[in-house]
């Protein structure tokens, strides 16, 4: 917001999480503050909240990775886009309580919590060249309502975005870029503070050409006046709109994916393995078992027939007879 009475200009980074729509390239842009630095070694002072007991002594940390995070997506932008002149913007820290310099370009301190913002930078607006002359950050350490602090994650995202404001961008027009990824400029900070699962953020090609247009006097020496502000700063063709990873990032997603797809084969081979010891084992189980006893046939028996009494006395001769006849000899037998 700009007040006449008090010629500074302020840049907040409000806490809502949200869920964004796909926004295409094409609509793309990000406006510029209209100051910018005339020198290229930029000095940030950042300042320690030391003994508070909402302060994370690694928030310090966080703030200078989030510098060094703007250093390493230059270098993968302009490798794959040109603008090398930007690679000659540089930055030296200092860190209160261990070095101090009295002049810091930027100034970095921290707050327990605010209800209107997680990060604020403010400088002086406008100037009669269009250039920096000191800048001045905050950031919060829990959200807005004070309930939820902000992990490593949420510190170095918001350092990171704040950062951009103190090299000269204003808020991008979209929240996610065109490979559905956050847009590191826009006005909100698209993930939930304290979030297990929060990821960084990184800065678009958006956000770096729109610096390779505030900085085109690099590697000279700075004109008279600087790019004074512009509303609508868009990408040429042939550059996508996408966020810039920087190389140490990549290696570590690399080496992840490869860790998750080794562990899959690993499992996998487990699997395997466990299936063809199930199938061994049932192969031998099958061969030891004996083969089923046949019952053994029962044939039916003849009746045995016994002789019935002998009722008459014709029956009893005929029966005498026959006992006759097997008495005497075979010859005799035959005769008779």
């Not at 630095?37 to 990775?65: C, L, R």
């Not at 299936?275 to 192969?283: D, K, M, T």
């Amino acid at each position: 917001m700009k007040t006449p009475a008090f010629p500074a200009f302020t840049v907040l980074l409000l806490s809502f999480s949200m869920l964004v729509p796909h926004a295409a390239g094409a609509t793309a842009s990000i406006p510029t503050e209209g100051e910018s630095w005339d020198h290229s070694t930029i000095t940030i002072q950042i300042m320690p909240a030391s003994g508070q007991y909402w302060f994370n002594p690694s928030f310090t940390t966080d703030v200078s990775k989030a510098v060094q995070r703007w250093t390493e997506s230059i270098i993968v932008f302009t490798d794959s886009y040109g603008f090398r002149y930007l690679r000659q913007l540089r930055y030296t820290i200092y860190v209160t309580g261990f070095n101090q310099t009295l002049n810091p370009d930027i100034s970095i301190s921290f707050v327990q919590s605010d209800p209107s913002f997680v990060g604020v930078t403010k400088f002086v607006y406008p100037t009669a060249d269009n250039y920096f002359q000191t800048v001045t950050t905050q950031l919060a350490t829990f959200d807005s309502s004070n309930t939820r602090q902000l992990t490593d994650v949420d510190m170095e995202n918001v350092a990171m975005h704040e950062f951009g404001h103190a090299l000269g961008l204003d808020h991008a027009v979209s929240p996610v870029t065109s490979d559905n990824f956050l847009e590191l400029m826009f006005k909100d900070y698209g993930q939930a503070i304290g979030g297990p699962n929060n990821f960084v953020q990184e800065p678009s090609t958006l956000d770096l050409h729109a610096l390779a247009t505030i900085y085109s006097w690099l590697p000279g020496n700075a004109p008279a006046t600087g790019l004074p502000r512009t509303l609508s700063l868009t990408l040429p063709p042939g550059i996508p709109y996408s966020v810039s990873v920087p190389y140490s990032a990549q290696i570590t997603s690399y080496k992840a994916t490869v860790d998750q797809l080794n562990l899959r084969v690993l499992v996998l081979a487990i699997l395997v393995i466990v299936l063809f010891a199930c199938a061994v084992a049932l192969a031998i189980r099958s061969s030891r078992r004996k083969p089923p006893t046949l019952p053994t046939p029962q044939y039916p028996t003849q009746p045995s027939i016994e002789p019935g009494p002998i009722n008459t006395l014709a029956e009893l001769h005929r029966s005498s007879e026959i006992r006759l006849c097997i008495s005497l000899s075979p010859m005799s037998a035959i005769a008779w």
